[in-house]
């Protein structure tokens, strides 16, 4: 008997893949999950952890996705959401609203998220910010 899967299994153990510095911001790292090729494309799951200290930040910038979220597992990160400021501190749980105006200015030298992202291949698009941005905190070793 034959079954079959619209995705396929996939385990992917800590020491199957490694961080790397070509995902979206050079300032951060990135994991992959093994989720994208699993899914064929619907979803991506990866970790994104802090590289460098924050100078510019993302941006404004919203994101052509059908759902984003990011789970906050190691230090905190700060968010400007339209015109609010959003602190998103480990065990958090943000869903970025399809398009929805965002920039992720400031975080810990800590910060490790998972981040949840459907379709994989989702773009992110420069936009006009509602708001100036509050200055970022400097990191203990003075790098800002």
């Not at 619209?6 to 911001?25: E, M």
């Not at 494309?41 to 802090?50: F, I």
């Not at 920039?103 to 708001?131: H, R, T």
């Amino acid at each position: 008997m034959s079954t079959e899967f619209a995705t396929q299994f996939s385990h992917v153990r800590p020491q199957d893949t490694s961080y790397v510095d070509q995902g979206l911001r050079d300032f951060f790292l990135y994991r992959d999950l093994g989720i994208a090729q699993a899914t064929g494309g619907k979803v991506l799951a990866q970790l994104v952890k802090a590289n460098h200290a924050p100078e510019q930040g993302t941006g404004w910038h919203r994101h052509a996705a059908d759902f984003h979220i990011v789970i906050m597992l190691k230090g905190w990160a700060r968010f400007m959401y339209g015109d609010k400021e959003t602190l998103v501190a480990a065990g958090d749980c943000v869903h970025q609203a399809p398009g929805i105006v965002h920039y992720l200015f400031d975080y810990s030298e800590d910060m490790e998220y998972l981040e949840i992202v459907s379709p994989a291949d989702f773009k992110s698009i420069e936009v006009e910010g509602p708001c100036e941005v509050p200055a970022v905190t400097p990191w203990k070793n003075g790098a800002v």
